[in-house]
T-cell receptor
Framework: KNEVEQSPQNLTAQEGEFITINCSYS?????LHWLQQHPGGGIVSLFM???GKKKHGRLIATINIQEKHSSLHITASHPRDSAVYIC??????????FGTGTRLQVFP | DADVTQTPRNRITKTGKRIMLECSQT?????MYWYRQDPGLGLRLIYY???????NKGEISDGYSVSRQAQAKFSLSLESAIPNQTALYFC???????????FGPGTRLTVL
């Protein structure tokens, strides 16, 4: 069983919809990351969380340490949000463990 | 200009050939990483380096070697490429004491 599980694997939405992507992990962590991989392959870091909630523009990330669960929300989704969203966790080491990603397609 | 660059961006080679993928960064970060990405799998760590004199194996280092020529340069070599090394390879950097990693654009490698 993977230490980091994401759901759903694939997600399609109409422009304007509220999107939720989930990440569950089975190990103790010191931080959780959300990353975005563009269709061209490039990867950028969106958030790093160790507790609570962070917001950047239309993106909101939350984490529940007790439940070992994090969510990434996108409000008012847009076709340019189409990408693969990757959850990664840092255990008590300096290395990250990555989920397999959620592929999001937003249609006009 | 990109802060983390990878060369080449695409490479097709044959089984048994020696291949080098190069990564350079202008971010001044001390830590550098090599990952591979395969369809349906998460990014997997091949090697990482916390400074020029520190090289460590990741979870899938067999068949690969690395060289940290300078703080800004970290190369990945496939000594004798095989088809199951066909993948997308990413270099990343980070600063000690921080968590965020900055990724290069990736190198798509195909081994025939």
């Amino acid at each position: 069983k993977n230490e980091v599980e994401q759901s759903p694997q694939n997600l399609t939405a109409q422009e304007g919809e509220f999107i939720t992507i989930n990440c569950s992990y089975s190990v103790g962590i010191s931080a959780l990351h959300w990353l975005q991989q563009h269709p061209g392959g490039g990867i950028v870091s969106l958030f790093m969380l160790s507790s609570g909630k962070k917001k950047h523009g239309r993106l909101i990330a939350t984490i529940n340490i007790q439940e070992k669960h994090s969510s990434l929300h996108i409000t008012a989704s847009h076709p340019r949000d189409s990408a693969v969203y990757i959850c990664a966790v840092r255990k008590n080491t300096d290395k990250l463990i990555f989920g397999t990603g959620t592929r999001l397609q937003v249609f006009p | 200009d990109a802060d983390v660059t990878q060369t080449p961006r695409n490479r097709i080679t044959k089984t048994g050939k020696r291949i080098m993928l190069e990564c350079s960064q202008t971010k001044g970060h001390d830590r550098m990483y090599w990952y591979r990405q395969d369809p349906g799998l998460g990014l997997r760590l091949i090697y990482y380096s916390f400074d020029v004199k520190d090289i460590n194996k990741g979870e899938i280092s067999d068949g690969y070697s690395v060289s940290r020529q300078a703080q800004a340069k970290f190369s990945l070599s496939l000594e004798s490429a095989i088809p199951n090394q066909t993948a997308l390879y990413f270099c990343a950097t980070s600063l000690a004491g921080t968590d965020t990693q900055y990724f290069g654009p990736g190198t798509r490698l195909t081994v025939l």
